[in-house]
């Protein structure tokens, strides 16, 4: 396979893998595409080899889910209208159903499709660490944010004036019109 045809079909894959029930899966219409066999061969020749295909292998979508996907997938439309529910396969159930057909493009194509699932599980945890090194930023900013307004507020304390509290003169002063009220009094 030359290496501009495996660069767009990688690309191909790439659109094509949807993460449906907590798994990464490309469903059969997709598989067929890819492998270059019609649907019902697919599911026909998955059907004959049904104990290679445990549940963590292949899945049938639900009414539901089937219509959330044809909902938000514009290639999958044609699915609308289809009796059945689509399969999905899992990355290993892509590669076993890539053995199954034992065509030489299939194999070709499986090994695409490892490759590209094997990507996005690499840029998935490149996120991930992502993620983790800007929550811990945040939290610094947010530890030096509080540091700051301390050393802000002490500084305004600093530039304020002080008061200087009003002492009373040392010596003798003459006697005030209260203190003779009170001497007189006495």
């Not at 530039?159 to 009170?182: D, L, V």
Request: charged letters at 25%; hydrophobic letters at 40%; a neutral charge.
């Amino acid at each position: 396979m030359p290496t501009n045809t495996a660069t767009q079909l990688a690309k191909q894959i790439e659109t094509r893998i949807l993460i449906l029930r907590g798994q990464r899966i490309i469903l059969d219409a997709d598989l067929s595409a890819l492998y270059g066999v019609t649907t019902k061969r697919l599911n026909e020749q998955v059907k004959r080899n049904n104990e290679r295909f445990p549940a963590d292998f292949m899945f049938q979508l639900t009414t539901v889910e089937k219509q959330e996907v044809v909902a938000n997938c514009d290639h999958l439309s044609s699915l609308k209208f289809s009796r059945t529910n689509p399969y999905a396969f899992t990355e290993h159930g892509a590669i076993m159903a890539a053995s199954v057909l034992n065509t030489a493009h299939a194999i070709e194509v499986s090994v695409l499709v490892v490759r590209t699932f094997v990507k996005l599980r690499q840029m998935l945890a490149a996120h991930k660490d992502l993620r983790h090194k800007l929550l811990e930023l945040e939290r610094k900013v947010d530890d030096h944010d509080g540091a700051i307004r301390n050393l802000i507020t002490a500084i305004h304390q600093l530039m304020e004036a002080p008061t200087i509290p009003q002492k009373p003169p040392i010596g003798f002063a003459p006697w005030s019109e209260e203190s003779e009220n009170m001497t007189n009094e006495l």
